[in-house]
Each structure stands twice: as structure tokens, then as C-alpha cells.
């Protein structure tokens, strides 16, 4: 390996792929340096000669470029059922891999990915979660896990900002089917918020998931969610999506025993109860009372890199053994979330997690199988 400069490849150089290309020719990664990239379109090929840099080596499969030897570590951003696919590749080959979100569709496929994972210690494997590099998120977490606000009473996540129109369904064959995506606002959209969520709050125990397909968009997929979660110390959640509010709203409330936290698109706000609830309740001796609820400035670093922030501290992580910001294996635990949900919705009943995966994977098939995108 060149000792300063981690050579990369890039495998799908669609919409993302191609942003991740642009932002490292355009110098914001300076640890990496381009070495390849392959599509399986020509014309994705052909319009990346646009943006690549001089020297980069365009391949029409991935197998040859990850056979090339051109370089030491690969992003994977091809469409979602074959992430695990692709990593395993990588890995078994010996090539650090940094794997779009989802992390795959079924946590069945996720399982052998992290299996190959697990056999392959010294071979980074990240996950493209770049919301968790917003400084908002960083510090909800933070003073969650800190402890001095007590247990978490109520989560609930409001994000229904991901207005997509029925264009944008069409724009691709591959979107919003059974076959093509395994799911709707919940594997593209949703897969950032998920893994926040569960990074954040942990996971829950219980889900039970209304799920609505097809509502406003005509698409075979689920683009309104509706759903209700029990944690294990009694906490509930909400978390609720779409794709057809055109003018929709992100709000993430936590309520804790001695805080309640709101963190919107672009701000976060504390509200700290003097004293917490269950020391009011020890020492209150009126009907009409409450605990004093005082609002404090929270102050953040401000920072917010994003897809660079994640990219940049993977070749830290390849270089200098720094740390990442979302290991590969940890991608299992959103989609947890998402699968919880529609195997709820399709069965008609709360689910536990663990659920069964099997069953998961059997209910997704009879839907691939009608899937209006053919096999
Ligand atoms: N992290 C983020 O913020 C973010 C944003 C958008 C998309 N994504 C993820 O990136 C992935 C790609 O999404 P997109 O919007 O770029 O899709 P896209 O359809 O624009 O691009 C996918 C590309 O992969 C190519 N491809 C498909 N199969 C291939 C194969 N076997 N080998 C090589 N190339 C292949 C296609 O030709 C296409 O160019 C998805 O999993 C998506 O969820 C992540």
C-alpha cells in the first residue's frame, strides 16, 4: 500500500457513487486517491470520464476491477440487495470495504456479510451512515448516553421531510419494488434515521407497524409508515414516515426522566426538569405541581462532513487504525428496525426483536415473486 494515500475503487457510480467520485477528485478526501471505478451501464461509464481525474481505471464489472490489484479498498454503491454480496467480495479478497447504507436488504444476507466480517478482523469494513456526523445527532447521543438525565421514557420520531414525487420513482427500474429494492421509504429513505434512532435510543423489543403501499405514489412498496415500539425498560416510541407530505417535518423528541431533548433539521433544544420526575414525585406534596422546567443552550462543535466526514475517517481508520464512524457490522441493527416493521405490517401483529428471519425472508419472496419489476 502507498504509505500515505489509501487507492480506492468505487463499484455503481449512479447517483451516489458518482457524488463520491466528485468529492474526492475535487481534493475533499486527501488521504484517498482514486485508483478505479466500474458500472455495469456504459453510460455511466461513459459520462465518468467527465469528472474522473487523469488515471483512473474504468471497468464495466466489478469483479474485474476487484481483481485488478489497482487498489486496497472499494465502496460499494450499487443498489441494495447486492451490498452484502459485494462486501463479502471485498473482504474475502482482502480489500477494505466501505458499504452504502442499508447495509442489504434482510437481515438473513446482513448476517453472512457481518460473518465474513468476523473472519476477516483486519480488513476495515465501514458503513456510509453520514448522518452520524452531524453534530446535532453527536450531541443527542451524547447526552442520552450520559446518563445524568435518567432513563429514556418516550421516543418519537416525526420525519416525514422525504417528499419524493412519482418522477422519481420513474426514474429508475429498479426503485420502489420488491425485486429491484426490497422496500419503499423505509430502505432508501429511512435507513439514515433508523440507524440514528437505534444509535441513539438503543433497540426496541416490541414493534408493531402500519405500513401503507403504494398510498400516494403508484408504487408496489410501502412509502406511509405508522409505527409503535416498547423498549425493555417500559419506554414507547413513535416513529412515523413518508414520501408524499409534500411540506413534511423532522422532529426527533426524547423524553427522559430529567430532560426532555428536541432535535429538528437544524437545531436542538434541552429542557431540563428541576428536579427529575422521579425525585419530584418523592418529595411533591401539592395536587398542581410540577417539576421546574428550565430550557439550556446546548452548544455543539457545528460540525456536520457528512459522506466526506465518513470517507475521511476510513482511510484514517486504514492508515492509522483511527476510529470510524459507523462500523460495517453495526448496519444490521436499523435494518432490524425496518424488517421489524414490515414483517408487522404483513403479518397484522406486533413483532418481537429477535424475529424470525426465516419467516422474514419467506414473506419478502412471495412479494419478490409478484414484484412488477421482472427477474
Ligand atoms: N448515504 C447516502 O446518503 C446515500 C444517498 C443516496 C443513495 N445511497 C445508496 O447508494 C446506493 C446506490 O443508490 P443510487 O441512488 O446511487 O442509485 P443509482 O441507481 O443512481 O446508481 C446505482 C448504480 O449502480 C450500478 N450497478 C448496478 N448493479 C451493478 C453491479 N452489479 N456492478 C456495478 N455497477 C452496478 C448501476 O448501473 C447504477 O449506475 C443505494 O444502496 C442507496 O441506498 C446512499
Redesign the pocket.
Known amino acids: 500500500m502507498a504509505n500515505d494515500k489509501v487507492r480506492l475503487g468505487i ?7 458518482s457524488g463520491h467520485a466528485k468529492n474526492i477528485a475535487a481534493g475533499k478526501c486527501p488521504e484517498i486517491e482514486l485508483a478505479a471505478a ?4 456504459p453510460e ?1 461509464l461513459e459520462a465518468a470520464r467527465g469528472y474522473m481525474p487523469e488515471g483512473v481505471r474504468l471497468f464495466s ?2 469483479e474485474e476491477m476487484l481483481d485488478s490489484g489497482l487498489m486496497e479498498a472499494a465502496i460499494v ?4 440487495y ?2 452484502p454480496r459485494y462486501v463479502i467480495r471485498c473482504l474475502e479478497a482482502g480489500i477494505h470495504v466501505m458499504c ?3 447495509a442489504g436488504v434482510y437481515t438473513k444476507q446482513v448476517r453472512e456479510m457481518n460473518a465474513a466480517a468476523a473472519a476477516h478482523p483486519d480488513t476495515v469494513f465501514g458503513m ?1 451512515f ?1 448522518q452520524r456526523t452531524n453534530h446535532i445527532y453527536r450531541k443527542l447521543r451524547e447526552l442520552v448516553r450520559s446518563g445524568r438525565y435518567g432513563e429514556i421514557r418516550r421516543t418519537n420520531w416525526l420525519i416525514t421531510s422525504w417528499f419524493r414525487s412519482q418522477k422519481y420513482y420513474d426514474s ?1 427500474a ?1 426503485r420502489a419494488s420488491w425485486r429491484g429494492e426490497g422496500g419503499g421509504v423505509l430502505l ?1 429513505q429511512c435507513p439514515h434515521q433508523l440507524d440514528l434512532w437505534q444509535w441513539i435510543c438503543g433497540l426496541p423489543v416490541r414493534v408493531d407497524a402500519h405500513l401503507s403501499y403504494g398510498k400516494w405514489h403508484d408504487i408496489e412498496v410501502e412509502d406511509d409508515v405508522s409505527a409503535y415500539v416498547e423498549y425493555a425498560n417500559g419506554a414507547t416510541g413513535v416513529f412515523i414516515t413518508s414520501t408524499g407530505d409534500a411540506g413534511g417535518t423532522n422532529r426527533f423528541e426524547i423524553q427522559l426522566d430529567g430532560a426532555k431533548l428536541v432535535a429538528t433539521e437544524d437545531s436542538l433544544r434541552l429542557w431540563e426538569y428541576r428536579p427529575s420526575t422521579p425525585e419530584f414525585e418523592k418529595i411533591n406534596t401539592e395536587a398542581w405541581n410540577s417539576p421546574e422546567i428550565v430550557e439550556v443552550p446546548v452548544e455543539t462543535d457545528g460540525q456536520n462532513p457528512q ?1 466526506v466526514g465518513v470517507l475521511n475517517a476510513f482511510a484514517a481508520r486504514i492508515l492509522r487504525g483511527e476510529p470510524l464512524v459507523a462500523s460495517g457490522e453495526e448496519g444490521i441493527r436499523g435494518l432490524t428496525l425496518s424488517n421489524a416493521m414490515h414483517l408487522s405490517s404483513w403479518l397484522g401483529r406486533p413483532v418481537e426483536i429477535p424475529f424470525d428471519e426465516e419467516l422474514y425472508w419467506q414473506e419478502l419472496s412471495k412479494r419478490i415473486a409478484v414484484s412488477r419489476l421482472k427477474g
Open positions: 463499484i455503481g457510480l449512479g447517483n451516489m457513487g466500474a458500472d455495469i451501464a455511466k464489472t466489478a454503491a450499487v443498489p441494495h447486492d451490498h452504502e447504507k442499508p456510509m453520514n429508475g429498479w432508501n459522506h
